[in-house]
């Protein structure tokens, strides 16, 4: 489940890695909410830069009746988008970023990020995210090795 509330800004919403999602209710003031009941193709863009090879899929989950957003293969970059329908601020108020990641077989080195990207430049196509793209909010967690973190960077 991906949601956000209150004020966005007038960007794109980026979830990069590999996580699955779980529906919970939305409120009236939600602007995004995505359970991924029904197939993320035609609503959500995949990157097509080359460093992103790994392939979505939306099946369910590993013991569970819930559809998801999943990646099928360890150890690729996966980077998928959704834009906004309208320009939001930050400044307008509260901001809730939320979303549920179920990592099936484990982490063994990577993450689950969610990216709140800034406005980009001219000429920006959301199927050319990359990690260089700009950001205003990065979270999620984070593996490798023996360390355990959780990204909660503003940048």
Not at 46 to 66: A, F, L, P, R
Request: hydrophobic share 35%; charged share 25%; with cysteine.
């Amino acid at each position: 489940m991906v949601r956000v509330r209150g004020g966005v800004l007038p960007v794109l919403l980026m979830l990069v890695a590999c996580f699955a999602f779980q529906q919970l209710s939305a409120s009236d003031d939600t602007v995004l909410y995505d359970s991924f009941d029904d197939t993320f193709e035609g609503r959500w863009i995949v990157s097509s830069k080359e460093e992103y090879q790994g392939v979505w899929s939306h099946s369910k989950s590993e013991g569970h009746e819930d559809y998801g957003l999943l990646v099928s293969e360890p150890a690729k970059k996966y980077a998928i988008v959704k834009e906004l329908e309208k320009p939001e601020s930050l400044n307008d108020g509260t901001i809730v970023l939320q979303f549920e990641t179920r990592l099936q077989n484990g982490l063994e080195c990577g993450g689950a990020y969610l990216k709140y990207l800034r406005p980009q430049e001219a000429g920006w196509e959301p199927k050319i995210f990359d990690n260089e793209s700009p950001y205003s909010i990065m979270f999620g967690p984070d593996k490798c090795g023996l360390t355990n973190k959780k990204v909660d960077d503003q940048a």
